[in-house]
């Protein structure tokens, strides 16, 4: 057990630091276990700081100092003193001066991969956000800005590459040791977190880029040897990324070059480090062998992401780690809108909904809810939410809905020029869309600092006789954790009257007029907006385009919504109305048996949309997504039946699968592969419609599902298609999936990435024994807790893919989750906290589970030396547990 309570950050007590760094020149020697670090930085007295000749407190953790000198005179060690997070100097010249700190850390005894740590014989580093501390002495902090250079040493014939932030010096071999040297400089003011290095024997795959004004920059990625046939999509994804962000926001990369490494021991996906982003390999490595369509898109959008930092985070940066969500949902936003521009707008925004449903939803709405700008924290590491990154960006889309397209390009533009250089805050960002729009955007910061969905009511009432369509809606935010009042929030909502052709009526607004944009705000707790000269009876589109992060409920007929979900000229909504009714049939089906007329209807709806040739693969494979379970628990509210939840979300879609038969049959034949694969937008959506099909036709028809799935598994044309069709089988309980899985197991278990699929296709198998699986896999040979990814994959894998074996009622799947957050929290403490996160919704549930939660919560919590990010998740989420007398 904890003997103390982690200290709390708060926004409020903000200072800016008493000295400036103005730049840091490090020189590494490089050593698995005995890396010498000489850092020689130039200080002066911050002019922005309140505080007088205060002492210079610099932070360091897991650090061995050898000496400090200040203008090159060595201090004696009573000049200074040294705890495990601090260097203090009492007394340091009150005018520019000179520190030299030299100091050793140990990159081998680095199991957080926080810092300088060793992946598989490289050299590697992760500083964001409070990584730096492990190399040398610094103020690990955003908002201190340093031009950073730096002299690396190593072995020549074991590290042969040798690679840091910004541009390339000198480099050069020293005779007579083996060993080598290289320089570089990076001419951008940057925080530490923004820091990175790697060393290794890694192989280089180079092009070039020609920036618009006409600049040509050198690209690397950087890879383990014999994995250069790999990068090829990363590569044209980087390109079009660049290329994207000169278009649609005038940014223009900065620096000679620009370098990835691939790494295979990473916290996280990526890292946007000045000049040299690092990433998770398994965003960077695809060969239609090896990579599903989910990965090639995936691959696209995080370079993308990694890529338009260097404006937003980078060139600027966040004042703060409370502001995260300035640098971090705003570059999500752009990284959507990306991807929205080179693929399907229409079929991105589904995603986006989607994943935001999925993760921040239930986050918003238990006991980790927070506010997308978070006014205290335990752990930052913690902070890396749904929350901040997908409402944050929605926070952006909804600016730009408000704004409009035009105003929203120069409110950016302004921001980039106003802010370039400098660490910012979220007021800063919101008071450029105002300045550069005119609107007054004080209620709407609200989005930032307010935690919880909001609770949208909307009921429409058409008047023949005045010919008015009356809109009320009704907005209430239910309490959150140290949140109990909310207030009212600014909420723009696209909005369409359909008429009975499938059209849009024109929206004439009583007291406004003809809207040109088709969007109405909400800003008090009611109100109603009345529509005149509507001349037959409409029904109401409502959060077209889900303009708004909220929960809406809007009295329409589940004839209303079928009308929808074929005639909604809104993608969106024409989704959103299928996920409704296909909520509602799921909801109705609880008791045992699905409601027949119902289940037809919602059938002819699909038929009709499935057979439509007008529409796109793609939104037809969405349209055939039922809600996923959590979206049926979150309905439910309270009490819930985990294994309930499951049995009728399966009826329902075996009872669609076999009305849907001749129709599914037929996507089947058609959508089978003819040529060779390509990533494309069209080839990805005719698969995702075929794997989808296959889903459908295997709770269905089981027998005819298994025999398409084998007979796609006997001769599989692409990654895509093993996935797709063991994918499906794992959901049905048969022998063959087992020898299915086995068999991949065989054909892949050289490939590390294709070693996590398959633990994490176990992890999804629906079974009574989940949990057992579950347990026998961490004993597996090819299991190991040291590697985040296979932890993602089997623990992850299994808290959020599997819903009613995590949640099984004896507590089982609980247990093996704990087992596994109690042994990560002693070397990573940051993934177990990550996998901890997966009780996060156990309020909602019965009794019994939530008295089994609780006590494996416990449990965790009573482990010896428990981390500040395992015990600041674990604790709130059993606070958050009203558990029965
Ligand atoms: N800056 C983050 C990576 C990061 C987060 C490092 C937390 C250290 C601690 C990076 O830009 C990021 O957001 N990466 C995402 C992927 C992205 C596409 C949303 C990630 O790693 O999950
Ligand atoms: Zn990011």
Redo the contacts with the bound molecule.
């Keep these: 057990m904890r003997t103390e309570t982690p200290q709390t950050i708060h926004l409020k007590d903000y200072k800016p630091v008493p000295y400036r760094i103005d730049s840091a020149d490090l020189d590494f020697q490089l050593d698995p276990e005995k890396t010498r670090v000489a850092s020689r930085l130039a200080l002066r007295p911050n002019p922005d700081s309140e505080e007088s000749a205060a002492p210079l407190v610099l932070d360091g953790k897991k650090l061995q100092l050898l000496s400090v000198a200040i203008d090159g005179k060595p201090l004696k060690s009573d000049d200074f003193t040294v705890s495990d997070t601090t260097l203090t100097i009492p007394q340091v010249p009150q005018a520019p001066f000179t520190l030299e700190i030299v100091n050793l850390c140990n990159p081998t005894a680095n199991t957080e991969l926080s810092g300088l740590y060793m992946s598989n014989g490289m050299y590697c580093t992760?500083?964001?956000?409070e990584?730096f501390r492990r190399i040398t002495y610094f103020y690990d902090r955003p908002d201190v800005m340093a031009r950073f250079r730096v002299r690396m040493e190593a072995p020549k014939r074991e590290m042969p590459i040798l690679l840091s932030n910004g541009n390339p010096g000198e480099t050069g071999d020293l005779p007579g040791t083996g060993r080598h040297y290289a320089v570089w400089s990076d001419p951008f003011p940057k925080p530490c977190?923004l820091f990175a290095l790697v060393a290794g024997d890694l192989a280089g795959v180079h092009d070039t880029f020609q920036t618009m004004s006409g600049r040509t920059v050198k690209l690397g990625i950087y890879v383990e040897k014999g994995k250069e046939d790999r990068c090829a999509w990363a590569m044209t994804s980087l390109k079009l990324s660049m290329s994207w962000d000169e278009k649609a926001f005038g940014r223009e990369y900065d620096l000679d070059v620009f370098n990835i490494v691939a790494v295979s021991n990473f916290?996280?996906?990526?890292?946007?480090n000045k000049g040299l982003n690092v990433f998770?390999d398994k965003?960077i490595l695809a060969l239609p062998s090896t990579a599903t369509d989910t990965d090639y898109v995936?691959i696209e959008?995080?370079i993308a992401?990694?890529y338009f930092?260097n404006w937003t985070?980078n060139r600027i940066t966040c004042r703060d780690w409370f502001q995260l969500c300035l640098?971090?949902g705003l570059?999500?936003f752009r990284?959507q809108e990306f991807t929205s521009d080179v693929r399907s707008r229409a079929v991105k925004r589904i995603a986006d909904v989607k994943t935001l449903r999925a993760r921040q939803f239930p986050e918003d709405g238990g006991p980790l809810a927070h506010p997308a700008r978070p006014s205290s924290y335990i752990e930052i590491?913690n902070f890396?939410t749904p929350t901040v990154?997908e409402k944050g960006a929605e926070i952006c889309r909804m600016m730009k809905t408000l704004l409009g397209e035009a105003a929203f390009r120069k409110a950016m533009d302004l921001y980039f020029s106003r802010h370039d250089g400098e660490a910012a805050t979220v007021e800063d960002f919101v008071r450029c869309m105002a300045d550069a729009s005119g609107r007054d955007l004080g209620q709407f910061f609200q989005w930032y600092e307010q935690a919880g969905t909001p609770q949208l009511k909307a009921e429409g009432r058409y008047d023949a006789k005045r010919m008015t369509f009356e809109l009320t809606l009704e907005q209430k935010t239910l309490p959150t954790p140290g949140q109990p009042e909310k207030r009212s929030l600014h909420i723009p909502l696209g909005v369409g009257l359909v008429g009975s052709e499938g059209e849009d009526l024109p929206l004439d607004l009583d007291g406004v007029g003809i809207l040109n944009a088709p969007i109405i705000e909400l800003t008090g707790a009611k109100k109603t907006f009345r529509f005149r000269n509507i001349t037959k009876k409409p029904v109401v589109s409502l959060n077209r385009g889900f303009s708004a992060p909220v929960n809406l409920t809007l009295n329409a007929s589940p004839a209303d919504q079928l009308f929808l979900m074929g005639h909604d000229r809104d993608s969106l909504n024409r989704w959103e109305a299928g996920q409704t009714r296909g909520r509602e049939l799921i909801l109705a089906s609880m008791n045992g048996s699905v409601p027949n007329e119902e289940a037809g209807n919602y059938a002819s709806a699909l038929e009709g949309l499935l057979r439509d040739p007008s529409i796109d693969n793609a939104f037809k494979a969405l349209m055939l997504g039922l809600p996923p379970e959590p979206d049926i628990a979150a309905a439910i509210g309270k009490d819930v039946d985990t294994d309930a939840v499951l049995a009728a979300r399966d009826r329902v879609r075996a009872a669609l699968g076999s009305r849907l038969d001749p129709v599914l049959n037929g996507i089947w034949t058609a959508t089978a592969e003819r040529g060779p694969y390509a990533p494309d937008p069209a080839g990805t959506a005719r698969r995702a419609l075929r794997y989808a099909a296959l889903q459908m036709i295997l709770l269905g028809n089981r027998e005819k599902g298994v025999a398409l799935a084998l007979e796609e598994l006997a001769k599989p044309h692409s990654m895509t298609a093993e996935m797709g069709a063991l994918g499906g089988l794992i959901q049905v309980e048969t022998p063959e999936r087992e020898t299915q899985l086995e068999a991949f197991f065989n054909r892949h278990a050289a490939d590390h990435l294709l070693v996590d699929k398959w633990f994490m296709l176990h992890a999804q198998a629906k079974d009574a024994n989940a949990a057992a699986r579950i347990e026998r896999l961490s004993r597996h040979p090819a299991f190991t807790y040291s590697t985040p990814n296979r932890v993602y994959a089997l623990i992850g894998g299994f808290t959020s893919g599997n819903v009613a074996g995590f949640n099984a009622a004896g507590g089982e799947g609980y247990r093996v989750v704990a087992d596994a957050v109690i042994k990560l929290d002693g070397f990573n403490p940051?993934v177990a906290a990550r996998m901890a996160t997966g009780f996060r919704s156990c309020q909602i549930l019965d009794a019994p589970r939530r008295t089994a939660a609780n006590r494996e919560l416990q449990r965790i919590l009573a482990a010896p030396k428990l981390s500040r990010d395992t015990f600041e998740i674990v604790s709130r989420i059993a606070n958050g547990l009203a558990l029965p007398p």
């Design positions: 992760q500083c964001e956000a990584g977190y916290n996280m996906g990526a890292m946007e998770n965003y995936n959008a995080i992401h990694e930092h985070g640098k971090e570059t999500v990284d590491n890396y990154y940051q």
